[in-house]
């Protein structure tokens, strides 16, 4: 997330205070839009401005995304500086920060906001909460963004649920408010180029809280392909520009299975996605393919191996191919030394021919310290987001609670009196306990943590079952950590 900066300016700065973006496996998920576009009004309001970026806009109607006016006072961020990190706290299990950005809304003759804290909680290794707490003299609807990789494909799941899918990854967003909540895919009018976000767009209220969960995970299909079968297009795949472009095409007479393949007349190819690789991981890929008049060349199915300059300094795969009947073809290769990224190629070079690409599959065995584990499942807002939201990933009962009396979370009841608190429960008790702002913490009316006086701590058991702590008690910036002082009543030892 980025917040600021307070008071000096910077060049060539967005206003994007409280913008957060979030790469998983190598792939942004939730992106930034670049550069700000020059010469095209629509697009420079959309690059530059709050509008494009994964944070707040107010009263964001057609008529506000018709007018180029950029910043548009009243609506969105019109300064750069006045935005600034408040609260940090990070340990081996939970990570929090605390962003405070009104007063980028507001001048001295226009006062828009009275708050707009965004509060981001990090569930090690599972999930994200994002707690937005924002408060105004006038009535607004509120509007956060989610922006999607310029080829993402976002698709809405059951009601405020969504799912944007990138080229390798995807992320599972959920989306709740207790003043109402209206949710959908948009691409902004004149900048269409740059891709799709979600809005989330509450009622016109004074003040309002929005809680976002956000989960990122793999395919299951096609392994790293967000896209393996060209049923969405082109979208995760890039073909070849310039005079060959038009040789690409998504076929949707003709499929290995499912609707649609990625055709390529005469020559060209299309790339997939890149992913991060170390040296000596192993990259798996297949495809299927037919080809029609092939009268010289033909396809060929390859692995590109990505150095840290972004060149590609090394290829395997197949020779040429022209096989008239489906036909699956396979390549298996390990990151050569300085390689970090792979990606997988489809050509095909011939002066009559055809071929068809389907159900292509992207596979890696790579060691990650990010942990994927089972689907999520179970995600409940709390008191419609007013207290906080769980969810359930595998075994474990996760959740995020903010300040109030008792709330329930997958039949377990959970007191505190601190700003914040999270739990992550599984059979058998606790794995994880982190209270902000507080002395005590429950579960069930059993008290399982005390604090001798108010402070932050994040209390976990590791792999080997041992209790670890970490704790804070400022939470400003740079704060260092203390040592841990608190009790864990029930607790042998």
């Known amino acids: 997330m980025k917040s600021g900066p307070p008071e000096t300016s910077v060049g060539h700065a967005h206003f994007d205070s409280n913008a957060i973006v979030l790469s998983f496996i190598g792939e942004w998920l939730i992106s930034d839009r670049g550069y700000a576009a020059r010469y095209n009004p629509p697009a420079e309001k959309f690059t530059r401005g709050s509008m494009g970026h994964s944070t707040l806009v107010l009263d964001a109607d057609e008529t506000y995304r018709q007018d180029v006016t950029s910043p548009a006072p009243g609506h969105e961020q019109i300064s750069r500086t006045g935005g600034r990190i408040e609260e940090f706290f990070s340990s081996d299990a939970t990570d929090y920060v605390r962003g405070e950005a009104a007063a980028t809304y507001n001048t001295d003759d226009l006062h828009v906001l009275d708050r707009f804290a965004r509060q981001v909680f990090y569930l090690k290794p599972h999930l994200y909460v994002i707690v937005d707490d924002i408060a105004a003299p006038e009535e607004h609807a509120y509007t956060v963004t989610l922006q999607a990789p310029t080829n993402g494909i976002i698709r809405q799941t059951e009601g405020h649920n969504w799912t944007i899918s990138g080229s390798v990854a995807r992320l599972d967003c959920f989306l709740a408010s207790p003043q109402g909540l209206a949710t959908e895919a948009l691409t902004y009018p004149g900048a269409e180029s740059y891709g799709s ?200 009962r996760l959740a995020v609670v903010t300040a109030g009396g008792p709330v329930e979370i997958g039949g377990a009841t959970i007191a505190h009196d601190g700003a914040f608190a999270a739990v992550t429960l599984a059979d058998g008790g606790w794995s994880t306990l982190y209270l902000q702002g507080g002395t005590q913490l429950s579960i069930d009316g059993e008290t399982v943590l005390t604090l001798p006086a108010q402070g932050t701590i994040s209390v976990w058991r590791d792999e080997a079952g041992e209790i670890r702590s970490q704790m804070y008690e400022s939470l400003a910036p740079h704060a260092e950590p203390v040592e841990a002082d608190f009790a864990l009543p029930g607790e042998a030892g």
């Open 197 to 396: 976000y979600i809005a989330a767009t509450t009622d016109r209220t004074r003040n309002a809280r929005i809680v976002t969960l956000l989960y990122p995970d793999v395919y299951a299909e096609g392994g790293l392909l967000a896209n393996p079968g060209f049923e969405n297009g082109m979208v995760g795949w890039k073909p070849r520009a310039n005079e060959d472009l038009p040789n690409h095409v998504i076929d949707e007479q003709v499929a290995h299975s499912g609707d649609a393949s990625g055709r390529i007349d005469r020559s060209g190819y299309y790339y997939s996605g890149r992913i991060e690789v170390k040296p000596g991981d192993t990259v798996h890929a297949s495809a299927w393919l037919r080809t029609q008049g092939v009268s010289e060349k033909g396809a060929s199915l390859r692995i590109h191996w990505w150095n840290a300059q972004s060149k590609c300094f090394a290829t395997e795969g197949t020779g040429d191919l022209a096989p008239e009947d489906w036909t699956q073809v396979e390549v298996t290769g390990a990151a050569p030394e300085g390689a970090t990224g792979a990606d997988i190629g489809l050509y095909f070079t011939d002066p009559t021919g055809v071929v068809w690409w389907d159900d292509v599959v992207l596979e890696a065995d790579i060691e990650r310290d990010v942990v994927v584990r089972a689907p999520l499942s179970g995600v409940t807002p709390l008191e419609e987001g007013a207290r906080g939201i769980a969810a359930t990933v595998g075994d474990e």
